[in-house]
């Protein structure tokens, strides 16, 4: 039936706050990005994502890459989701590049120098080949945990704690302190990759 983006608004008699979820695609259509934009504009603070390093800009060039190609017609999400434009309060819900790197060593290191390699190697390929539909079929994410999902809770690989696990405890932490300090009836927006965004529900 093509791609669902969903949007949750979550409210409690318990407390003031509102909470307006977005699970994020990292491509997609200027539409896409501008609609969210649009949506953002009810809100009084916005956390957000991104871990702003050299390391994560080699990984994420398997897929920013694609978007450099014109028959796709996509955009990055920094390119798409420019949230300094909006007149919000804005606060980094993510873990910081010095974070981020003490669980990246703790992958084993064959694993790192695979994904610092494969991820330009991917990249590039998906630039060549690459359409609409065959980036929509592995967008596929379920609001709620699968059956493997819930089979697999047990421990987390070290790349799954770098990428995951480590980033879900600090939104977490961010909302957990937003809530705090919301004593009046106030409008959160949470933007985070959609991977993100089930812990959070």
Sequence with gaps: MGLRAACYRLCSEKHPAVF?????????TSEYYRDICSRLSECDVVLFEGVDS???????????WVTKRSRVNLETQPQGLKLANLPLRLVHADVTEGEFEQHWRKIPITQRAALMCLSPIYGFWLYLTASRESLGKHLDLEDLPSRDDTFRQGRKSDIEQAFLSS??????????????????????????????????L
Excluded: N, W
């Excluded at 307006?20 to 997609?28: E, N, R, V, W």
């Excluded at 932490?173 to 004593?183: G, N, V």
């Design 54 to 64: 050299f390391r994560t800009r080699l990984l994420t060039t398997s897929y920013r």
């Design 20 to 28: 307006l979820l977005f699970p994020m695609i990292h491509i997609g």
């Design 167 to 200: 980033r879900d405890r600090k939104l977490l932490s961010c909302i957990k302190e937003t809530m705090r300090e919301a004593d009046a009836p106030q409008t959160i927006g949470v933007v985070h990759g959609a991977a993100h965004i089930q812990p959070a």
